[in-house]
């Protein structure tokens, strides 16, 4: 998921992801260029833009894999169900991006045996109004990247997550009016952390609907400070059609799922029909062991869950605070009782359940 450069004698380079995303481009520069009336591939018309050039894509099917390094340019289909980027199961991403600023808009990427739509080490990006479907591993993608904002955009039939973020501190990223389906996680989050907000938007038939987790594999472990507002999470785990493999089931049939990280904020999902959990506080163990602390989950629904709506357990699961949920079960019993969000706190109460198993088959 990284992205470098080799420079081979005595010359002067300057990365183009170096300069912050405001000194990139003062202005829009107000060229647009056209594919494929004024360039063949879309590849083309990215290597002719500079800084606040458009490039705009007209109807039509491209096989091609595109890459991107200079910073501020937008890419823009102008019809996102009829501008398709189609990897056919040979190609390995549809748009990768390694410069700042830049927008991708308004398209589709199927078929990839990778990813849809990737960010990697930048800073300042923005998705919107994207398709992505039938890749490889993600959908819509951001590693190591912050300052940015996926919107009004679908994604489905990734193994891996149909929208992903990680390995960043602070993020400062927004996901609004997304919708994630029928993949290994409908959202997921690794070590991504700060001003990290997922908002209206819906996760359904998914192996596991929502997830931020810890790895020690990335940097910037651990995750923390994600907030989850307004979301609908549904059927997670319900069903076999969700595409997934190894990684992913060991979080399958939970709706929203807090592993390893810290300072959580979760309030106002509706989360029915988990097959295991429908919103689960635990920690993880990898190369280090990180509890789960400091979340608040409050003024969720969470109804029809196969083991327990809301479920809290392990080794260092403290500090955690339960209120004004609507629900019907609770691993260990009283768990909002016992953990509430006010003075009366007994945060014992979930770390009693730590020889439980909460992810089920």
């Known amino acids: 998921g990284m992205v470098g450069v080799v420079v081979v004698g005595n010359v002067e380079y300057t990365p183009p992801g170096s300069r912050g995303v405001l000194a990139a481009v003062e202005s829009a520069t107000g060229v647009t260029r056209r594919v494929p009336q004024d360039y063949p591939t879309i590849q083309n018309g990215v290597d002719a833009a500079n800084p606040g050039d458009l490039v705009l894509i007209d109807k039509g099917e491209y096989t091609e894999s595109v890459f991107v390094t200079t910073p501020s340019i937008t890419l823009r289909g102008v019809d996102r169900n009829a501008v398709v980027l189609d990897g056919k199961f040979g190609l390995g991403t549809g748009i990768m991006v390694g410069g700042n600023g830049v927008v991708i808009e308004n398209m589709t990427a199927r078929n990839y045996t990778l990813n849809g739509f990737f960010w990697t080490g930048v800073r300042g990006f923005r998705g919107s109004y994207l398709t992505a479907y039938n890749n490889g591993d993600y959908g819509i993608y951001a590693f190591g990247s912050t300052d940015g904002l996926f919107e009004h955009s679908y994604a489905s039939g990734s193994p891996d997550s149909a929208f992903y973020v990680g390995q960043c501190a602070p993020c400062r990223v927004v996901l609004n009016d997304v919708i994630g389906e029928y993949s290994g996680l409908g959202y997921s989050g690794t070590n991504s952390s700060g001003d990290m907000y997922l908002i209206n938007s ?73 097959r295991n959990n429908g919103i689960v506080v635990i920690p993880i163990l990898d190369r280090h062991y990180w509890p789960s602390t400091g979340h608040v989950v409050r003024n969720n629904t969470v109804l029809d869950s196969g083991r327990a709506d809301l479920t809290a357990g392990g080794l260092g699961t403290m500090r955690n605070c339960f209120s004004g949920n609507v629900y019907r079960s609770s691993l260990p019993w009283g768990l909002e009782a016992l953990n509430g969000c006010g003075k009366f706190r007994l945060p014992v109460a979930s770390d009693l359940s730590s020889d439980m198993t909460f992810f089920g088959s």
């Open 202 to 274: 819906r996760f359904a038939h998914n192996r596991s609907g929502i997830s931020t987790t810890t790895f020690d594999i990335e940097l910037n472990p651990p995750g923390r400070d994600t907030t989850i507002i307004g979301n609908v999470v549904s059927d997670s785990g319900a069903d076999n059609e969700a595409a997934g493999f190894y990684a992913t089931e060991t979080l399958a049939g939970n709706g929203i799922a807090l592993v390893g990280t810290h300072n959580n904020h979760v309030e106002r999902n509706y989360v029915v029909r988990s």
